[in-house]
């Protein structure tokens, strides 16, 4: 395969923190519990861009369910490697949430900031139900309480990227989740 995983890059990074296998086990995990919770319902993923886009590919993919998608853009870091806690609407949605399942993907929950204001936006739009699904959490930066309910793994306060996760729009299509060395953004 010709894709990149952190052998590739290793110059770059610190440590390893989940291979793209435990990604995929633990991706299934929580597709089969969704799957489970939402039993006879139709679900909305709402995916966050840019970051959302490797999750959202591989959630739909594991999942039984009938899933429909649509996608937000919103900014808040620009190129640094911390939030600003200013969240701009860059693309907003397609489709109309009123009555409608939504589950809100995303790849990384670091301060919360963009995850608690999209919700208070979206719950404003009369969905069915609202639920937030997050492959990566950082408790220890969490600077407001957001209700999760699907995460697939908690990681330390430090800065990772991989499946979808960036540094300076760089190493998203790394396969693996990775701590960068400080050299590469200090
Ligand atoms: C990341 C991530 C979340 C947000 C989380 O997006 O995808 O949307 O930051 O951070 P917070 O909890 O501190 O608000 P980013 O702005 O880096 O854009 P990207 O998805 O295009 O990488």
Known sequence: MTSVDARDIAEDLEDVLFTSDQI?????????????DYEGREILLVGVLNGAVMVMSDLQRAMRS??????????????????S???????????????????????????????????N???SRGPASLEIMTMFR???????????????FDIPNSFVVGYGLDYADRYRNLRDVATLKPSIYS
């Open 138 to 152: 950082k408790p220890e930066a969490a600077r407001i309480e957001v209700p999760v309910k699907y995460v697939g």
């Open 66 to 83: 009938h899933v429909q998608m649509d996608w937000m853009a919103v900014s808040s870091y620009g190129a640094g490697t911390q939030s």
């Open 121 to 123: 936006y979206l719950a």
């Open 24 to 36: 995929a086990e633990r991706i299934a995990q929580v597709a089969a519990q969704i799957d489970q």
């Open 85 to 119: 806690g200013v969240v701009r609407i860059l693309k907003d949605l397609s489709q109309d949430l009123k009555g409608r399942h939504v589950i809100v993907v995303e790849d990384i929950i670091d301060t919360g900031l963009t995850l608690s204001y999209l919700m």
